[in-house]
């Protein structure tokens, strides 16, 4: 604080630059505000989930899989994004009405089977049906598939694949 004397008492005044930090706060502020956006309540009664995947299958060459996704909907429809670490999409999957669609890099792919552009992505094949059960917390049977629901309480799942081979473990850790 700068003072200026006047005779035998001393009045405080603001530093000079006190009015531009002030703007530049409310500025920031402002923005920070434009920035927020309402949550939509459709998106709020959708299912959706959000975290880390992991997917690793055994054999002779093997392989393993992990991104970050965000997904959306139920079996019959919806959307799935997986991103790199550094948040770089590697793959967005559409389903819906019985098509699916994948779009990796510049290319767009279509089928009538989600788990087939799944199995394009992964390496291996998941079972759509019952992977959207377990996120739910339920128990759902998948052949040759065992899912371990007990972490689910704390965002935790994992699944093993024991046959047909080659085994596989998935992975995943919800992030609130």
């Known amino acids: 604080m700068h003072t200026r004397s006047r005779g035998h008492h001393q009045e405080l005044s603001a530093p000079?630059?006190?009015?531009?930090?002030?703007?530049?706060?409310?500025?920031?502020?402002l923005w920070l505000a434009g920035c927020?956006?309402?949550?939509?309540?459709?998106?709020?009664?959708e299912d959706s989930w959000r975290g880390r995947i992991a997917l690793q299958v055994d054999g002779q060459?093997?392989?393993?899989?992990?991104?970050?996704?965000?997904?959306?909907?139920?079996?019959?429809?919806?959307?799935?994004?997986?991103?790199?670490?550094?948040?770089?999409?590697?793959?967005?999957?559409?389903?819906?009405?019985?098509?699916?669609?994948?779009?990796?890099?510049?290319?767009?792919?279509?089928?009538?089977?989600l788990e087939t552009l799944l199995l394009d992505v992964t390496g291996t094949r998941i079972p759509i049906a019952a992977l959207f059960s377990w996120l739910n917390g339920i128990q759902a049977t998948a052949p040759g598939w065992q899912a371990d629901?007990?972490?689910?309480?704390?965002?935790r799942l994992t699944a093993r694949r024991e046959h047909p081979t080659p085994q596989a473990i998935?992975?995943?850790?919800?992030?609130?």
């Open 16 to 29: 000079p630059h006190h009015g531009w930090v002030v703007s530049w706060i409310i500025c920031c502020a």
């Open 170 to 176: 998935l992975r995943i850790v919800l992030t609130r």
């Open 61 to 113: 060459a093997a392989q393993s899989f992990s991104a970050t996704f965000e997904l959306q909907g139920n079996p019959e429809s919806g959307g799935l994004v997986l991103l790199s670490p550094f948040g770089n999409r590697i793959a967005q999957l559409e389903w819906k009405d019985g098509q699916a669609s994948l779009q990796s890099g510049p290319e767009t792919r279509t089928s009538d089977s």
């Open 149 to 155: 629901l007990s972490g689910m309480p704390d965002g």
């Open 36 to 45: 927020a956006q309402p949550v939509s309540r459709a998106s709020q009664e």
